[in-house]
């Protein structure tokens, strides 16, 4: 059984096989938008990111891939920039690893994203979190997305926690969102 979170991600990841348009709602590093331009059939990946350090650093890695398309933007603002439907979605919540901790994702913007994501998705589309908990602006966006999600109709969108409820610290876990 994998054990680490991301690992469980690619694996959740690997369940959808008719991804044709997605987008990654926190590129940092590239390393999500990488997995899904090399294991799916994407057409088009739309990336997200407020920090030039991070476009830098996901170009670095995902390479010159047409296919891949990045706004130095927040995910807030998701409906200015993607003018089409999506199949899947992903948010790995929190701060760049090895960047600044002070910029990370705040529970407002985060949701009003989720929100238009939502919106955005397809029929059978995926949502696909990263929740980290065990930093106080990462508790406080837990808390708020948990009540969110609370609020989805549930005719309308299923619901997938994938979490590790032994572990101490508050550690990350995974929610899945998919559109019936
Ligand atoms: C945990 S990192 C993402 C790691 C990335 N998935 C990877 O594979 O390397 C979270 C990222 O979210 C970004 N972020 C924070 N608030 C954001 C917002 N409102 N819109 C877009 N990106 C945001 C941060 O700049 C940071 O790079």
């Known amino acids: 059984m994998a054990r680490r979170l991301t690992d469980?991600?690619?694996?959740?990841?690997?369940?959808?096989?008719?991804?044709?348009?997605?987008?990654?709602?926190?590129?940092g590093k590239g390393k999500d938008s990488k997995y899904i331009l090399e294991n799916t059939n994407v057409e088009r990946l739309y990336g997200f990111d407020i920090q030039k350090e991070a476009e830098n650093q996901a170009?670095?890695?995902?390479?010159?891939?047409?296919?891949?398309?990045?706004?130095?933007?927040?995910?807030?603002?998701?409906?200015?920039?993607i003018k089409e439907n999506l199949d899947f979605a992903i948010y790995n919540l929190g701060y760049l690893p090895g960047g600044d901790k002070e910029i990370t994702s705040k529970y407002e913007s985060t949701i009003e994203s989720l929100e238009k994501t939502l919106k955005l998705l397809n029929k059978n589309g995926m949502?696909?979190?990263t929740i980290y908990q065990g930093h106080p602006a990462g508790k406080k966006e837990s808390e708020e997305l948990e009540k969110y999600l609370e609020t989805l109709d549930q005719k309308k969108?299923?619901?997938?926690?994938?979490?590790?409820?032994t572990r101490p610290h508050n550690p990350p876990y995974i929610v899945v969102v998919e559109k019936n």
């Open 8 to 27: 469980l991600v690619k694996l959740v990841i690997d369940t959808k096989k008719d991804i044709r348009v997605a987008a990654d709602l926190t590129v």
């Open 59 to 81: 170009k670095g890695l995902v390479g010159d891939d047409p296919r891949f398309k990045f706004f130095l933007a927040s995910h807030a603002d998701i409906d200015k920039y």
């Open 127 to 129: 949502v696909i979190l």
């Open 157 to 165: 969108y299923e619901i997938i926690k994938i979490a590790y409820p």
